[in-house]
């Protein structure tokens, strides 16, 4: 894919990352010469667009533009950013306490935006949380329809933090999305998984049926109060966890 030009204007530099069905390109825009991230989904789909983005906010990544290149599929135009995914820093090591805490306010503002515009993200993971100079930024955001491949499985997404009610095939609300950031703060804190398995089936297995360990048996640094609300996040029954981010916030425990 390097050197091609999408949408007869974005030229591929190189790969920077891929997420689900789509890849990410550091790109230049040969109108103005300016660098990008550009995330391209290869299938021929198009993509259904707002009609109004919703106002950006600081822990979003910002999107500039968006369309379908007739032989390589649509694409989103997005500012390039420099930084570490969750991931690659839970690699080296769970984070520290101070570090938990700011991701966990952080992507709760985050993920709390996109409710109020109207939005459920519905494949949180660790691979589009980036930690940059300016804090921590989504990097995936649903303000776009793809149409997915034929003969491909509606249940996607990443398998560390699919909720039952996606494996089970149920609908999803923001509920859905406090559990996937629970998934991550127990990742975040501990360096594993809820439900860690050798293989994606005993993962969604061990999630439709068992409770994960209890955070505070792996992450002993973080209060009590704090691992309990990380368990919280994390019951298998929507109706169990924070019925919204805003009372999940409100409820953190300040020690």
């Known amino acids: 894919m390097k050197e091609t030009l999408i949408g007869n204007r974005y030229l591929l530099l190189e790969p920077i990352g891929s997420g689900g069905e789509a890849r990410v390109f550091r790109a230049r825009d040969e109108v103005t010469q300016n660098e990008f991230a550009l995330r391209l989904l290869p299938q021929t789909g198009a993509c259904a ?46 984070c520290e306490t101070a570090a938990w805490i700011e991701f966990v306010q952080q992507s ?37 329809d793809f149409e997915r491949p034929k003969n491909r499985s509606s249940l996607f997404g990443s398998i560390y933090t699919l909720t039952p009610e996606h494996l089970d095939s149920r609908p999803l609300d923001a509920r859905s999305d406090l559990y996937a950031l ?14 860690a398995a050798s293989s994606n089936r005993e993962i969604a297995i061990n999630r439709l049926c068992f409770s994960p360990t209890p955070l505070h048996e792996i992450a002993p640094l973080l209060s009590s109060a704090r691992n309990a609300w990380v368990m919280t996040l994390l019951q298998r029954k929507p109706e169990d966890r924070f019925p919204s981010v805003s009372e999940a916030r409100r409820l953190f425990p300040a020690g």
């Open 49 to 94: 667009c707002p009609r109004d983005l919703p106002v950006a906010h600081p822990h979003w990544v910002r999107i500039f533009s968006w369309g379908n290149d007739s032989q390589h599929g649509a694409y989103q135009v997005m500012e390039l950013l420099r930084g570490q995914t969750l991931d690659q820093i839970v690699q080296a090591g769970p």
């Open 108 to 144: 709760l503002d985050a993920v709390g935006a996109l409710h109020h515009a109207g939005f459920i993200h519905g494949d949180l993971n660790a691979g589009n949380f980036l930690f940059t100079a300016e804090g921590w930024k989504l990097l995936e955001l649903p303000f776009f």
């Open 182 to 195: 629970g998934c991550l703060y127990y990742y975040a804190a501990s360096g594993q998984y809820p439900h």
